[in-house]
């Protein structure tokens, strides 16, 4: 029962290029969502979020967007730089109940 | 200066065994969790805390039983390992769930 997914596990961009990563959930009564990046041997680290009542974040070369009729949400990186190499975990929230269902993760990988 | 520590980082033991593992931020943050990475990537919470209380448990067996002495701390006990509890534990903390967490980095625990 997967209420938060991320169906491609791994995605190979070119440094300079955009990153799209992609994110879908079932539960519509999820209303915060979030992504995370991880490095290996390394607990994952907060990178940005959206509100349910948003359709766009941005944050740098970082932006989310949110399609709440699509319950799809994507995290675009421009430009992509080598460092961004990592898995990246999307996360969802419900009305603030201290419980993140998180996706599998996709492992991003940018090529010098 | 870790934000959130857990110790040990690996652990390698027999199945049977009691062990336990040991986590402390010092961010001064209300709520603490323990999240499970299995094999299949899924990053799944077990329990939260909040103030040494808890507020979460998972459907998690009776083997594991989360102990916070106080709200900096809080530790997972599990006795009589089991194969299949060989896995990624992490340790979390947050003021606030909305993109608050941070979480540490990790302990690879490997029933043998």
């Known amino acids: 029962d997967q209420q938060v997914k991320q169906n491609s596990p791994s995605l190979s961009v070119q440094e300079g290029r955009i990153s799209i990563l992609n994110c879908d959930y079932t539960n519509s009564m999820f209303d915060y969502f979030l992504w995370y990046k991880k490095y290996p041997a390394e607990g994952p680290t907060f990178l940005i979020s959206?509100?349910?009542?948003?359709d766009k974040n941005e944050d740098g070369r970082f932006t989310v967007f949110l399609n709440k009729s699509a319950k799809h949400l994507s995290l675009h990186i421009v430009p992509s730089q080598p460092g961004d190499s990592a898995v990246y975990f999307c996360a969802a929230d419900q009305g603030g109940s201290e419980k993140l269902v998180f996706g599998k993760g996709t492992k991003l990988t940018v090529n010098p | 200066d870790t934000a959130v520590s857990q110790t040990p980082k690996y652990l390698v033991t027999q199945m049977g065994n009691d062990k336990s593992i040991k986590c402390e931020q010092n961010?001064?943050?209300?709520?603490m969790y323990w999240y499970k990475q299995d094999s299949k990537k899924f990053l799944k919470i077990m329990f939260s805390?909040?103030?040494?209380?808890?507020?979460i448990n998972e459907t998690v067996p009776n083997r594991f039983s989360p102990k916070s002495p106080d709200k900096a701390h809080l530790n997972l006990h599990i006795n009589s390992l089991e194969l299949g509890d060989s896995a990624v534990y992490f340790c979390?903390?947050?003021?606030?769930?909305?993109?608050?967490?941070?979480f540490g980095s990790g302990t690879r625990l490997t029933v043998v």
């Open positions: 959206i509100s349910s009542i948003k």
């Open positions: 979390a903390s947050s003021r606030l769930v909305n993109g608050g967490y941070t």
């Open positions: 805390y909040n103030n040494k209380e808890l507020i």
């Open positions: 961010l001064g943050h209300d709520t």
